[in-house]
């Protein structure tokens, strides 16, 4: 398979497991392959819209087409139906052009309408006669106040909520190490929930280690729920993480304050060495 070939399955969503890791880890690691991978991703997004547009071109064209007959199919109906009509009125007895002079001085004076009464008109004028502006009062019309949006609380929106697939298989996929290096986490507990304090929140990442090597350098990524993020490695930050030995083993602790919105978020514990996930999880933050 060649390499367009590879990132042509990567565009299409068809990378999985650690063939999708070792993908995303090249992206972070060379910077050419990464520009690559984003001309071939420009270049896919614009075939497909040119694609979504001669389609929706071609629906409008049919479409046209079958209005376009319907309205001839009504034209010539409404033709006949004008024909129809001119033809019975001039063949109607009853339009035959009158031969008399014209009306009879009396039926003219029987048609004649009658003289208004006005009194009766200025009787009618009174009783309908408006009301001074003193008695036409409207009540009071009262709005409730509105209520004002608290500016030291950052709004929810549920899209920032909504899982990321891609992490979720990470999560589900990271558990064998090379090199005997294991990592088991304290904190966060697994799904946890942090409050956010004025869209700011401390994170705190503590565990145990196992390994059979001296320096294990360890990475903690940190990411939004958004897939694209993810596709195009941008986490909102990333720290090594300092293995200290204690007895037969070694522990970690790693704290940050960051302002950060209501949402989902994924973290990674990556091995350096190996370019291998060690560990992944989610929390939510103010919920």
């Not at 946890?192 to 145990?208: D, I, M, N, W, Y």
């Amino acid at each position: 398979m060649t390499e367009r070939e590879h990132i042509a399955r990567y565009l299409q969503g068809k990378l999985a497991g650690n063939e999708l890791v070792k993908f995303n880890l090249r992206q972070a690691r060379d910077e050419a392959f990464r520009k690559e991978v984003e001309t071939e991703r420009l270049l896919h997004e614009s075939i497909l819209k040119d694609k979504q547009q001669f389609e929706a071109a071609g629906d409008k064209r049919t479409a046209s087409a079958g209005v376009n007959k319907w309205w001839f199919f009504m034209a010539l109906l409404f033709v006949a139906c004008i024909s129809f009509y001119f033809y019975q009125n001039a063949t109607s007895p009853a339009n035959s052009i009158e031969t008399d002079s014209g009306p009879s001085e009396e039926k003219a004076k029987e048609e004649l309408p009658e003289p208004l009464d006005t009194e009766e008109i200025k009787t009618d004028d009174r009783k309908e006669k408006p009301a001074s502006p003193e008695e036409q009062t409207e009540p009071v019309k009262t709005i409730p106040p509105t209520k004002k949006e608290d500016p030291k609380q950052p709004r929810v929106f549920a899209s920032n909520f909504t899982v990321n697939p891609l992490l979720e298989e990470v999560i589900n996929n990271t558990g064998v190490r090379g090199n005997g290096l294991r990592l088991n986490l304290k904190e966060p507990a697994p799904a946890a929930k942090l409050p956010l304090s004025e869209q700011s929140v401390l994170l705190r990442f503590t565990g145990t280690a196992t390994s059979n090597m001296e320096d294990s350098p360890v990475r903690l990524l940190f990411f939004s729920n958004k897939k694209a993020d993810y596709e195009q490695w941008k986490p909102i930050f990333e720290s090594a993480i300092v293995l200290q030995p204690e007895n037969d083993g070694f522990i970690f602790s790693f704290e940050k304050e960051t302002e950060l919105g209501p949402g989902l978020y994924y973290y990674i514990f990556e091995d350096v060495n190996e370019e291998r996930y060690l560990l992944a999880g989610k929390l939510e933050i103010g919920n």
